[in-house]
């Protein structure tokens, strides 16, 4: 059996709301949901407010579902943030922690990755962790591979200035960005990895991105290198699906894809 926990993002089904989600995870026997949309909206915030009216609320509706949230995605960018952006991420906290989240999900937001960058994320880091000693109960971040720690020494050199920063690795962004295998790239970070995100996509140079999403198996992506990296490091965080519907509507909808998912890492 794996060490690791399955997971699918919410981003897949983003008209759903938060006890349909739960309940599809159930049906497919995942074992953990993860937050970025809900009811059709991405300000979770907003959203449980609108719907539980008080974190101790959305609490007591959280135990009702049974099913443990991994993560709650925020917009915040390490890199290039305001006061602004920064009392928005902030809102976030009451409410993972009436769910019992463990991290909020953020990006890097580099362009570049240099020396003034990592020092640009440094600098939010800083503020992050005077802001996490002031709560009782903790919560933490986590950096998605996301911007310029897309690219694998970008990636490194950021882990390395910063070990203590736990990462989100998106296996898939790294490797489309530069051709690595997650071998390589985990063996540069996998001490920093609480938190991976899986998909599939297959080359499209006409698209904006000059790839196209589908279901797992079914692409480019190494698969078989990834599950060795899984069975080989005995990885014990959250291996999720991010299955980019609010992105990319085309797709079809995320019950027809979990199935591939849950055969190829919940077995």
Same mark, same amino acid.
């Given at each position: &059996?794996?060490?690791?926990?399955?997971?699918?993002?919410?981003?897949?089904?983003?008209?759903?709301?938060?006890?349909?989600?739960?309940?599809?995870?159930?049906?497919?026997?995942?074992? &953990?949901?993860?937050?970025?949309?809900?009811?059709?909206?991405?300000?979770?915030?907003?959203?449980?407010?609108?719907?539980?009216?008080?974190?101790?609320?959305?609490?007591?509706?959280?135990?009702?579902?049974? $099913?443990?949230?991994?993560?709650?995605?925020? *917009?915040?960018?390490?890199?290039?943030?305001?006061?602004?952006?920064?009392?928005?991420? /902030?809102?976030?906290?009451?409410?993972?922690?009436?769910?019992?989240?463990?991290?909020?999900?953020?990006?890097?937001?580099?362009?570049?990755?240099?020396?003034?960058?990592? @020092? =640009?994320?440094?600098?939010?880091?800083?503020?992050?962790?005077?802001?996490?000693?002031?709560?009782?109960?903790?919560?933490?971040?986590?950096?998605?591979?996301?911007? *310029?720690?897309?690219?694998?020494? $970008?990636? @490194?050199?950021?882990?390395?200035?910063?070990?203590?920063?736990?990462? /989100?690795?998106?296996?898939?962004?790294?490797?489309?960005? =530069?051709?690595?295998?997650?071998?390589?790239?985990?063996?540069?970070?996998?001490?920093?990895?609480?938190? &991976?995100?899986?998909?599939?996509?297959?080359?499209?140079?006409?698209?904006?991105?000059?790839?196209?999403? $589908?279901?797992?198996?079914?692409?480019?992506?190494? /698969?078989?290198?990834?599950?060795?990296?899984?069975?080989? *490091?005995?990885? =014990?965080? $959250?291996?999720?699906?991010?299955?980019?519907?609010?992105?990319?509507?085309?797709?079809?909808?995320? @019950?027809?894809?979990?199935?591939?998912?849950?055969?190829?890492?919940?077995?």
């Amino acid at each position: &059996m794996p060490s690791y926990t399955t997971a699918f993002s919410s981003l897949g089904c983003p008209d759903l709301e938060l006890d349909a989600v739960a309940q599809l995870a159930k049906r497919h026997r995942i074992a &953990m949901i993860e937050l970025r949309a809900l009811g059709g909206q991405v300000d979770l915030p907003a959203y449980f407010a609108a719907r539980y009216g008080t974190p101790a609320e959305l609490r007591v509706a959280a135990k009702k579902l049974d $099913v443990p949230v991994a993560a709650l995605g925020t *917009s915040l960018r390490l890199i290039g943030n305001t006061e602004e952006d920064r009392e928005r991420f /902030l809102a976030y906290i009451d409410w993972a922690l009436a769910l019992d989240a463990p991290f909020l999900r953020v990006f890097d937001g580099g362009t570049h990755g240099d020396r003034a960058e990592l @020092e =640009s994320a440094g600098e939010t880091l800083a503020w992050w962790e005077a802001e996490r000693a002031r709560l009782t109960t903790p919560v933490d971040i986590i950096v998605e591979t996301h911007d *310029s720690l897309t690219e694998p020494n $970008v990636l @490194e050199a950021f882990a390395v200035r910063y070990p203590g920063c736990k990462l /989100l690795w998106d296996t898939h962004h790294t490797w489309r960005r =530069s051709g690595e295998l997650p071998s390589r790239t985990w063996a540069r970070i996998g001490p920093t990895v609480v938190h &991976m995100h899986v998909k599939d996509s297959v080359t499209a140079p006409d698209t904006r991105h000059g790839y196209r999403y $589908v279901p797992l198996g079914e692409g480019e992506f190494p /698969l078989p290198d990834l599950r060795d990296v899984l069975r080989e *490091s005995g990885f =014990s965080g $959250v291996v999720s699906l991010e299955w980019e519907r609010l992105w990319h509507p085309a797709l079809a909808p995320l @019950e027809e894809v979990l199935p591939a998912f849950r055969s190829l890492f919940a077995a």
